[in-house]
């Protein structure tokens, strides 16, 4: 069972015995091994082969940490430090960037920002507290639009003092790949196409790199699901049939637990949710989880009832988690700025069509506050802060489309759209901006350095939607 799952490869039988025993006891997953010094990890990115179709598809080419798509799951606990060597054996430079990590700058992975990219052959040592626990993740950060959609991507989760009480903690990695027939990636990254429309959209979904079948659930089980967007555009809008998911963590940061706006889930590029589902069907039956984004809808995965009921009525254990130590931003002393994004197919420029002429010659599509970033990110920096002061970003998409916009280093407050409180006002790295959309964020300025503001569709951040605050 459990086919498309990479790990913990439970079978049945373990699971019902090892859930049958903790049932009243807490069913929580045994508890990492807490070593006293750093946790020393590994990891290499090397060029691999993947069954991401499965028979009777060949193996596709791929770009993989560790020889597995998704890259290995690094599960530590939060306050723990890690040390993660980077060697690199790919046939081009890279970086590891640590996504929704809290951490020194210098430690951020952005290539010719915070570090030199990794040569083929060279090794970097990254090495930060794991401060904020919740769901993350690590992709490069360097030709990300090429590097990502090769496969390059794993999923860092920081486990609470305090965990939730479910029955199996779940990670659910959605990537989509644009392959050809015989299931091999076409190599056609950053076309000009993809990078002034939505973004490089694939025609295969996976979820934990392979096409999936099914999940195989009990009647009664309880589940925390780490719901993880690693494709390159891709906007997921989950809705699960019959089931009532709560969401209880955004960006891994703890949030009120409450049901989904009209019960769908939204994700875009570099969006993490935390749900807790109630497995609440009969024995036997099937519901499907369905991406609703406009767009065709279609099935992403089926939950498929076993017949033996892991307990007769749900689950009774709060849903709430502890926060997170994030400083809270002071409102009324910010520093506060506007910051606008335009370009993109039917949008244009303040500049007129000068701008978008020149700005096409060079490959580029989008632009921050009128300055397109070519990739050398070598343009004046949006705003320059004092560490420990706090930040209101007006958020404005002058565009014709969607913008997962992700800052790094840093969790904000998303306070408003469109001038009506968000509600809950959670905690983010990254939030999805609809097309002509305001938004107002606000978060304390920490760690100085260079970070980076930019869309998460990576042919728009390669397209010139990106830019940087200096913190000082
Ligand atoms: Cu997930 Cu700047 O990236
Ligand atoms: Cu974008």
Not at 12 to 18: G, P, Y
Request: hydrophobic share 45%; charged share 20%.
């Amino acid at each position: 069972m459990i086919r498309i799952l990479r790990e913990p490869a439970l079978t049945r039988r373990s699971f019902l015995a090892r859930s049958a025993a903790l049932v009243g006891a807490a069913a929580l997953p045994a508890a990492p091994a807490r070593a006293a010094g750093p946790r020393e990890i590994t990891l290499a990115p090397a060029p691999s082969r993947a069954a991401i179709v499965g028979a009777p598809y060949p193996e596709t080419s791929v770009w993989a940490y560790d020889g597995r798509i998704p890259g290995p799951e690094i599960r530590v606990a939060q306050g723990e430090r890690l040390r993660i060597a980077v060697d690199n054996r790919l046939p081009a430079p890279t970086t590891v960037h640590w996504h929704g990590l809290r951490l020194p700058n210098a430690m951020d992975g952005v290539a010719h920002v915070t570090q030199e990219p990794i040569a083929p052959g060279a090794r970097f040592v990254y090495a930060f507290d794991a401060l904020d626990a919740g769901t993350f993740w690590y992709h490069p950060h360097y030709a990300s639009a090429e590097q990502l959609e090769r496969g390059l991507a794993g999923v860092l989760v920081v486990e609470e003092p305090e965990p939730l009480r479910v029955d199996r903690d779940l990670v659910w990695a959605l990537d989509d790949w644009r392959l050809d027939r015989e299931a091999a990636i076409v190599e056609d990254f950053g076309n000009g196409m993809d990078t002034s429309h939505a973004g490089r959209l694939g025609n295969t979904v996976t979820l934990n790199g392979r096409v999936p079948g099914e999940i195989a659930v009990s009647p009664g089980e309880r589940l925390r699901l780490r719901l993880v967007n690693v494709a390159n555009a891709r906007i997921f809008a989950l809705r699960f049939a019959d089931h009532a998911p709560v969401v209880v963590a955004r960006d891994g940061h703890p949030v009120a637990p409450h049901e989904p706006k009209d019960g769908v889930v939204l994700l875009g590029p570099g969006m993490r949710v935390d749900l807790v589902l109630d497995c609440g069907a009969d024995p036997g039956a099937r519901a499907s989880v369905v991406d609703v984004f406009p767009r065709e809808p279609y099935r992403v995965v089926d939950l498929a009832y076993g017949r033996m009921p892991l307990r007769e009525s749900p689950l009774d254990a709060p849903l709430a988690l502890a926060p997170n130590p994030v400083p809270e931003p002071d409102l009324a002393t910010a520093l506060t700025r506007e910051v606008v994004f335009e370009g993109g197919m039917m949008g244009g420029f303040r500049g007129g069509p000068e701008t978008m002429r020149a700005m096409t010659s060079r490959g580029l599509a989008w632009a921050v506050n009128g300055v397109a970033d070519d990739g050398a990110h070598a343009m004046p920096p949006l705003l320059t802060v004092e560490s420990g002061r706090s930040v209101v970003l007006d958020l404005v998409n002058e565009t014709a489309w969607w913008h997962p916009i992700h800052l790094h280093g840093h969790a904000f407050r998303i306070l408003e759209r469109d001038g009506a409180p968000e509600p809950h006002a959670p905690l983010a790295d990254t939030a999805l901006m609809a097309p002509r959309e305001r938004m107002r964020i606000a978060f304390v300025a920490e760690g100085a350095g260079a970070w980076l503001l930019h869309c998460h569709v990576l042919e728009h951040q390669a397209g010139g939607m990106s830019a940087v605050l200096r913190v000082v």
